[in-house]
């Protein structure tokens, strides 16, 4: 089975960049990789996403090893507002539906 | 734009009991799921619909649960006998044809307990 697999929880200080790393290992060579967040009593909320390449968008960067085995997501300056579980997950299996890790909890310290 | 919206927000049951949720996902999006959120752990696939056909329900437990997406936009996620480990949160997602390549938009999820 495909297995996702992330650090339960890190902490940062406010201001300062986060790396939050996730390994995938069985990923295979079509599944996308995607990093969603979470807030307590909402839904998982979108980050980013990608292939192969780096990406980057208005909240994230997504480094992506040469094998694909792990990424790792990056905010640039954390602020206390970016406190929250966030998960890695990756699509595959002939449908495109997610399969998620048990998520990193993130304390940002002001 | 309008997001995913899923009712009711919490339900409370005994085992054995049935219960339903329900989902509205975002206008225009073909691609629909169901996940479930055990406590303090990640969203897990229970399945996804492509307009109104199933793509993938291979982890859906068919002796209990069952799902349906009439006329490919609203969709109802069925419980019946709920069990003790079926309190979780229901989470709903919608997505364009290849969510996969877009990214997922999440509802807050229907937070079921089996007392």
């Known amino acids: 089975d495909a297995k996702t697999t992330q650090p339960n929880s890190m902490e940062s200080n406010e201001e300062e960049p986060v790396h939050l790393p996730c390994n995938h290992s069985?990923?295979?060579?079509?599944?996308?990789i995607h990093w969603y967040r979470q807030l307590p009593s909402q839904g998982p909320e979108y980050v980013i996403h990608?292939?192969?390449s780096n990406v980057n968008n208005r909240m994230a960067s997504l480094a992506i090893a040469e094998d694909r085995k792990s990424s790792t997501l990056i905010l640039h300056r954390a602020t206390l507002r970016d406190a929250a579980v966030y998960y890695c997950a990756h699509s595959g299996g002939g449908a495109d539906g997610l399969t998620f890790g048990k998520g990193t909890h993130l304390i940002i310290q002001p | 734009e309008a997001g995913v919206a899923q009712s009711p927000r919490y339900k409370i049951i005994e085992k054995r009991q049935s219960v339903a949720f329900w989902c509205n996902p975002i206008?225009?999006?073909?691609?629909l799921y169901w996940y479930q959120q055990i406590l303090g752990q990640g969203p897990k696939l229970l399945i996804q619909f492509q307009n109104n056909g199933v793509v993938d329900d291979s982890q859906l437990p068919k002796d209990r649960f069952s799902a349906e997406r009439l006329k490919g936009v609203d969709s109802t996620l069925k419980i019946q006998p709920a069990k003790l480990e079926d309190s979780a949160v229901y989470l709903c997602?919608?997505?364009?044809?290849?969510?996969?390549?877009?990214?997922?938009?999440f509802g807050s999820g229907t937070r079921l307990t089996v007392v």
């Open positions: 206008s225009g999006h073909a691609t």
């Open positions: 997602a919608s997505s364009t044809s290849t969510g996969a390549n877009y990214g997922y938009t």
């Open positions: 069985t990923i295979s060579g079509t599944d996308y």
């Open positions: 990608g292939l192969t």
